[in-house]
């Protein structure tokens, strides 16, 4: 008997009767995820017979999940998701396209619900630190930056973060320099009148 390690928490997750094709779907979108086995209910059920359950165990990212086909059951909604981190856009990208075929649903601040009903959050890692940071008005930028969006725009939000450029200031004319005023004649700076000799 192949006995794989048991973690004290996995997400379990129940499906009317696609439990092992959404297992197959997401394995094929994150790395180091797979399928480790499927199998079934051996007695019979208040859902039906034996061998009508079936109970597929999998990795995402390397993190053990179970999901099970048992019949229709409470649909997913918003309550519970999965957040996925990701460094890059185009990590980012990726993930969200991937979910979003055949009959995903885009939804504000980076979520997705899946063909199957999943809730998914694809969120850049960079985004939590820009919303902890001490400068508070930075923070307020960002989070009403992310408001706004749909699948995350890294460079967006950093760029509310930053803030609107300081304009720079133009340069001091030279000739005002230490109070002097460019074009007078030294006497007239001096407040001296020209003698009547030097007016000849």
């Known amino acids: 008997m192949t006995t794989l390690a048991t973690p004290k928490i996995v997400p379990h997750l129940w499906y009317t009767n696609e439990a092992e094709e959404a297992a197959r779907f997401y394995a094929r979108i994150f790395p180091a995820s797979r399928v480790d086995r499927v199998s079934s209910l051996p007695a019979d059920s208040p859902i039906g017979p034996a061998g009508s359950v079936v109970i597929v165990e999998f990795r995402l990212f390397g993190q053990p ?38 009959g995903g649903r885009a939804q504000a601040c980076g979520w997705i619900v899946d063909r199957y009903g999943v809730r998914w959050q694809i969120v850049p890692t960079s985004l939590g630190e820009m919303m902890l940071d001490r400068d508070r008005t930075k923070a307020a930028r960002v989070a009403a930056e992310m408001l706004g ?52």
């Open 65 to 102: 999940f179970m999901a099970m086909s048992a019949g229709p059951n409470e649909p997913f909604n918003e309550a519970i998701s999965f957040r996925v981190n990701c460094r890059t856009q185009a990590e980012i990208d990726r993930y969200w396209s991937a979910l979003l075929k055949n």
């Open 149 to 200: 969006q749909v699948k995350f725009d890294i460079a967006k939000l950093k760029a509310a973060f930053a803030g609107p450029s300081t304009p720079r200031r133009p340069a001091r004319s030279p000739g005002r320099r230490g109070g002097s005023v460019r074009g007078r004649s030294p006497a007239r700076r001096s407040g001296r009148s020209t003698p009547p000799s030097a007016r000849r």
